[in-house]
């Protein structure tokens, strides 16, 4: 399931979009604040506390500042990964002008977020959950975008299908790789970071004008109280 989850998620939000095609944005929205909610919960109450646990059993020290360095480290990968993503990885693309080829920026930078987003499913099962809940709205927003920039069928195919395999072959690496694994607290405090930022901006952009509203309040305290009990 750890391969599977979040490899079926993405396809199904490609054939969603391809075949309903929805036009009303707001229940991807609400799918989106859940999403949001549920991944950085997750984050919080799981991938968190192993690291700093990892790095004091590792270091010895009461106190030490690696793992909060690291977390920085992703945050600003995350920030850096967006310049050519347009902020695809929370359902951020807007536009509707015509694609004449495969837009290779966006492509890339999706993909290896997708890829290190995999790293720590190895070790946390509960996460391929949160990350398939993740990729399914990214999904369905990138197709309808795609197909409104008349980007060719087996072009959209092609990208959805690699971003599809991307996380799945991150958790494939870290399994099969030791020399990965002995940087494990390392890179996932880097995915902790590239996660905090992700989702909290989810959460923050996925209500028009920052208004209050009561079913994306109740959407985010959904996706809390999952991961809670997970």
Request: proline letters at 3%.
């Amino acid at each position: 399931m750890n391969y599977l989850l979040p490899l079926l998620s993405v396809l199904a939000g490609y054939a969603f979009a391809i075949f309903i095609r929805p036009e009303k944005k707001k229940s991807l929205k609400l799918l989106l604040s859940f999403s949001g909610a549920f991944l950085l919960s997750l984050t919080v109450m799981h991938l968190l506390p192993e690291v700093y646990e990892a790095e004091h059993l590792k270091s010895g020290e009461a106190h030490s500042n690696t793992v909060g360095i690291f977390i920085m480290v992703g945050i600003l990968f995350q920030i850096l990964l967006e310049f050519f993503s347009k902020g695809a990885e929370h359902g951020h693309v807007h536009g509707h002008e015509e694609m004449l080829r495969m837009p290779w920026t966006l492509f890339f930078s999706l993909c290896l977020h997708a890829f290190l987003e995999g790293f720590p499913v190895s070790r946390h099962h509960d996460l391929a959950m949160g990350i398939a809940i993740h990729h399914l709205p990214i999904a369905v927003i990138l197709t309808l975008f795609f197909i409104n920039g008349k980007l060719k069928k087996t072009t959209i195919f092609i990208f959805m299908a690699a971003f599809a395999i991307m996380t799945p072959l991150g958790t494939f690496a870290a399994e099969s790789l030791s020399v990965l694994n002995d940087y494990y607290t390392q890179i996932t405090a880097v995915v902790i970071g590239i996660l905090f930022h992700i989702s909290s901006t989810i959460i923050f952009e996925a209500s028009e004008n920052h208004k209050f509203n009561v079913a994306k309040l109740s959407m985010i305290a959904l996706g809390i109280v999952l991961a809670l009990l997970l």
